[in-house]
C-alpha cells in the first residue's frame, strides 16, 4: 500500500498481528490459494527486513508455493540502512531459491555481509532456475574479483539462465559483473533488452564496454547511473547497438566545491557522443542531473528525499546554463525533438526499472 495509507489502516486493523503464521494458516485452511500465487514479495525498513529473514516459518512458505516465477525482497527507499542478510537462515534461503521456478528475481539492498554468500545465492538462482529472465539487485558485496585486463565474457554452459533484463546497482556493481559474467559465466546477457547500471568507484571503461558489447544485438533499453566524484568517468561505445532504442543518463551532482556549471559539463561528455552516432532505433534520450542536497545520496544508492529538502542547494541560473549548454552539445538529437534534459530532485531512475 501506499505510505498515505498506512495511518488508515492501522486505525482499522489496530491490535491484529500479520505474521507467517498466518499465512501458513491460511494456505492450510484453503489449500486451492497457493497454485494460485506467482507472485511473492516483501518490502519494508531495514531492520524488519532482517527480522522477516530471520524467520525460519517464511521459507516453508515460499517453498509450498509451487507456481511462484517472482520473488522481491526491497528494503524501503527512506531507510538508509541495508537490511543485514541473516546468516543463521542462509541454507532455507537457498533450498528455497532451487525449489521454484522463477522468471524473475529482485533484491534490493542486501548487505550480505561476505562475498561467498553473495556467490552462494546468485549461483543458486542460476542453477536452480534455467527460465530466468529478468534479474535486478543492489548489494553489498560482489563475489571474488577479477583481476585486468578483462577476459572476454564467455556463454555459460547450457541449461543457465539467458536473461532478457539486467538491473545492478549499489557500491559493488562493478564486482557484480565481474563475477557473475567473467569470472562464474552463470547467466547469458547476450540476450538482454534492458540494462541498467548504477556505477560507482572502481569501475572501468572496459568492463562495462566488454558488458555491452555482448548484447550489441538486442539491447534496447539502457540506463546509466553515475556518481562522477566517487566513480570518475566510465566511456562506452553503443555505435554498434542498431536496437537501440532508449537511453537515460543520470548524473549525481552532491554537495561540494565541484558543485558548479562549468565542473558539470564533462560529466556528461561520455553521453554527448550519442548524438552523432548512426542509431537507426533511437527515439529517446534522457540526461538528467540529480541536484543533490544530502551528501549521503550516494550512500544510500538513490535518494527519494531531496525533493523533501527545503534548501535550494544551486541557484537554478546556473542549472538552467547547464540545460542549455548540455543541449547545445547534442544538437541533432535535440531537432528530432527525442532529447530531454532536466534536472531532477529525486535520484530514482534505477530504483523504478523493475517496479
Known amino acids: 500500500m501506499h505510505i498515505d495509507e498506512l495511518d488508515l489502516f492501522g486505525e482499522k486493523y489496530s491490535g491484529q498481528l500479520y505474521q507467517y503464521q498466518n499465512l501458513t494458516a491460511l494456505l492450510e485452511y484453503s489449500p486451492h490459494v497457493a497454485p494460485l500465487v506467482t507472485r511473492f514479495g516483501i518490502r519494508g525498513k531495514s531492520d524488519s527486513m532482517t527480522n522477516f529473514l530471520m524467520d525460519t516459518s517464511l521459507f516453508p512458505i515460499l517453498q509450498s508455493l509451487r507456481n511462484l516465477f517472482h520473488i522481491e525482497f526491497i528494503s524501503s527507499t527512506y531507510d538508509k540502512y541495508w537490511i543485514q542478510f541473516p546468516l543463521a ?60 585486463p578483462y577476459p572476454l565474457i564467455r556463454p555459460p554452459p547450457s541449461g543457465l539462465p ?43 571503461s572496459s568492463l ?22 566517487t566513480g570518475g568517468t566510465v566511456c562506452f561505445d553503443l555505435s554498434r547497438h542498431r536496437n537501440l532504442s532508449s537511453f537515460h543518463a543520470i548524473v549525481t551532482d552532491l554537495p561540494g566545491p565541484d558543485s558548479i556549471p562549468g565542473m558539470r559539463l564533462p560529466l556528461v561528455r561520455p553521453w554527448v557522443e550519442v548524438d552523432r552516432l548512426p542509431l537507426p532505433a533511437l527515439e529517446h534520450v534522457y540526461i538528467k542531473l540529480h541536484d543533490s542536497v544530502r ?4 550512500i544510500n544508492v538513490q535518494c527519494n528525499t531531496c525533493e523533501l529538502q527545503v534548501q535550494q542547494k544551486t541557484d537554478p541560473g546556473d542549472l538552467d546554463s547547464w540545460k542549455r549548454q548540455v543541449e547545445e552539445r547534442m544538437p541533432l538529437l535535440k531537432d528530432r525533438g527525442i532529447l530531454e534534459v532536466k534536472v531532477v530532485k529525486q535520484r530514482y531512475c534505477i530504483s523504478t526499472a523493475f517496479d
Not at 556467490?119 to 534479474?135: G, I, Q, R, T
Not at 538486442?218 to 540506463?223: A, I
Not at 551528501?295 to 550516494?298: K, L, Q, R, T, V
Open 89 to 148: 537462515t542462509r541454507r532455507l534461503f537457498l533450498a528455497a531459491l532451487r525449489s521454484l521456478p522463477l522468471k524473475t528475481l529482485i533484491l534490493k539492498r542486501l548487505d550480505f555481509r561476505r562475498n561467498a554468500l553473495f556467490e552462494d545465492v546468485f549461483a543458486a538462482a542460476a542453477a536452480a532456475n534455467p527460465a530466468l529472465k529478468h534479474l535486478s539487485f543492489v548489494c553489498h558485496y560482489g563475489g571474488a574479483g577479477t583481476s585486468q
Open 162 to 204: 539467458a536473461l532478457e533484463s539486467l538491473s545492478i546497482s549499489g557500491p559493488t556493481t562493478h564486482r557484480n559483473i565481474r563475477w557473475l559474467f567473467l569470472t562464474r559465466s552463470l547467466y547469458s546477457v547476450s540476450g538482454i533488452r534492458r540494462l541498467s547500471l548504477q556505477l560507482s568507484n572502481g569501475t572501468s
Open 208 to 229: 562495462i564496454q566488454s558488458l555491452l558489447n555482448e548484447m550489441k544485438e538486442t539491447l534496447e533499453c539502457f540506463t546509466v547511473d553515475i556518481c562522477p566524484q
Open 295 to 298: 551528501g549521503d545520496c550516494y
